[in-house]
């Protein structure tokens, strides 16, 4: 799915190379050991990302803002909360970061950054067919 052709686009295609590295250091029993990187790398990222990503929603007056700026919140939340269960001691955390972040791809991304390049879609066909005023 395709939302900027630039960096919002290539945020999101980090964030699938960092799920898939998780996916493949927890499926060869490597997942504590790349944890702590991987989450500062994910909190660090993520916090970059959506602050370009609304940015872009404000640039465009996308309606829903609020509302996506409320799931990016309690994503940064859930990383962070994951840090510090990490930093704990916790050895659940890999599991429960890739559930975190399938989830992210599945339902976010997948669906609320699509209606943002619907909303985006829409805008174009309504200027398409907006007559042009002549000087």
Known sequence: MVIDQGPIDQD?????????????????????????????????DTVEHIRREEHFMETIGYPQLAQHKAGHDNFVAELRELQEKFAAGSITVA??????LRDWLSLHIR???KDIAVFLRK?????????????
């Open 12 to 44: 999101h295609q980090t964030l699938v190379r960092q799920v898939n590295e998780l996916h493949t250091a927890t499926s060869e029993g490597r997942g504590q050991d790349i944890v702590a990187r991987l989450l500062e790398e994910l909190v660090r």
């Open 95 to 100: 599991p429960r970061l890739s559930m975190l």
């Open 111 to 113: 669906r609320y950054d």
């Open 123 to 135: 805008q174009k066909r309504e200027a398409a067919r907006t007559p042009r005023s002549r000087a």
